[in-house]
């Protein structure tokens, strides 16, 4: 069956007509579609025509992002929810103004700096991911609701009716969903409300089975009847808390509970903090801030990239560039970056120009040179007194999956979203809040376990983030918007992205469907399968690269491209993650 001979039928759904396909046995692959009005591009095809429903009822493209990214929450849950956090970046046409806003997960009271450490020594990651532990105060409904009060057009009420239709009515199982429910097998078996969730007789559930999450069709509900503080206080509140402090585990399993209160949810805000502003080839780049490390780190690379003509050069030698100017910038992100509001970093000077030019004296050409040790910004700032000085490069270094997921969205009169939100790693900490649906985040692993440090946990901070939602403008005017998951890959997705764009020609589809390679200041580069081998891999290997573990895929991204004539281009994966779905209100074909 084609996408559009599917059987249609409309219900009604707290009042608002909604338009639902109904689950058919795979999910229509539009990696790319051009076209006039609003524009979305999420990795999962429920989500975007829940973001098309809310544009085509004249919602703007705030609305359209919070209805897609709740449905992001039941198709997707295993990379996002109510239960994790999140960074909006978003565009306002009419004042043509870029805001930022901030809702990641925030340590409760009870952090210190050792609360990860045991006998002296920093626990193991797993042991504290499959815990209570491990979960920070979720911060994705304070989110939502910051972002629709202030600059959206419709109520939780209308935003939520796509995602309570799917969570109610079900969907289709894709590979990739029971993919990742079977990798993460045993995680969800220690905790029987996410067993009862996802797993069938002990398996992950199947391709091409429907699935139903009433429960958290009940929590949107309360979110659409009681708005923002249906989620921070009352019933809902209680049940996060309990099940983050007493975990109800299956017979034989013990995990630690966490120390969160009642207190700790209903104090927790979203900030609204002004993006990194840089610029690039006569682009402006506005990234995340801090606690978002991304938005840094990628203008510190691209500035180091925009003393050479990257355009005039053989691939081959424009990408070890990319790759020393990556390990750069990931040396000092990983010495300096952490929660603002705890920390002074040196940002005035890692944006400088003439930072980056002194960091460009560090690269060879024809030599991968690793690792790479921070610089000091200090001296290109006028406040040179923080005393922060790093430690050491050294840093944990993890596998990235490509959990979390970003989606973007603009609407008829210029306003554009790029968001990444998340739970942290594949179904966060394992943890589904007990008749509620929704898993919690694990979030506080992003801490560093051990210090000094500027991102060690303390009470009420934000773990240091690679998310990096970003929007790129030329002359005033829109031209991209990009952004990925994939934990610290992020950074390197969209900035390979960007480069492969701007500096190797490549059209946006192109440029998101390349190889991706993510150097993190690592000993190897990390690669997909089938890159290590290959012609492109030799030619850099040439100059010293090398290819560290391949993870199945790295990042999955989603793009707007504005082109000149008017027309909007949303991009998304043509094959990793399942492949992802990129629609247009009004085609151009
Ligand atoms: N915890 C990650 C971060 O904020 C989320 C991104 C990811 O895991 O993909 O950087």
Sequence with gaps: MTPHSRPVRTVLVSSIIVTLVLPSAAWAKTPVATGTGGAVATISEPASKAALAILNQGGNAIDAAVAAAATLGVTDPFSCGIGGGGFMVIYLAKDKRVITIDHRETAPASFTPTVFQENGAPMTFETVRDSGMSVGVPGTVRGWHEALDRYGSMSFKQVLAPAIAVASNGFVVNDNFSHLVSKNKNKFGMFPATAALY??????????????????????????????????????????????????????VRVRGGDMSLADLANYEARLRQPVHSTYRGYDIYGMPLPGSGGIAIA??????????????PRAQAEHLYLEASRLAFADRNAYLADPEYVDAPVAGLLSKDYAAQRRQRIDVAQARRPAAAGDPYAFQADQSVPLRPASAATRMLIEGAHTTHLTVSDKDGNIVAYTYTIEDWGGSGIVVPGYGFLLNNEMTDFDFSGPRPNVPEAGKRPRSSMSPTLAFRDGKPAFSIGSPGGATIITTVLQTIVNHVDLGMTMPDALNAPRMSERNGDATDVEPGFAGGAQAAALEKNGQRWGDAPEEIGAANALVFNPDGTVTAVSEARRHGAGSALVQKSAH
Excluded at 232 to 251: C, E, F, I, L, Q
Excluded at 304 to 311: A, H, N, V, W
């Design 300 to 313: 510190e690379a691209l500035n180091i990239l925009e003393g050479y003509d990257l355009k005039a050069m």
């Design 199 to 252: 797993l069938k007789n002990g398996d992950a559930v199947a391709a091409g089975s429907t699935l139903r999450n009433p429960d958290l069709a009940k929590a949107y509900r309360e979110l659409s009847a009681g708005g923002v503080k249906a989620f921070y206080s009352g019933k809902m509140a209680r049940a996060v808390v309990d099940a983050v402090n007493h975990p109800a585990t299956a017979p034989g």
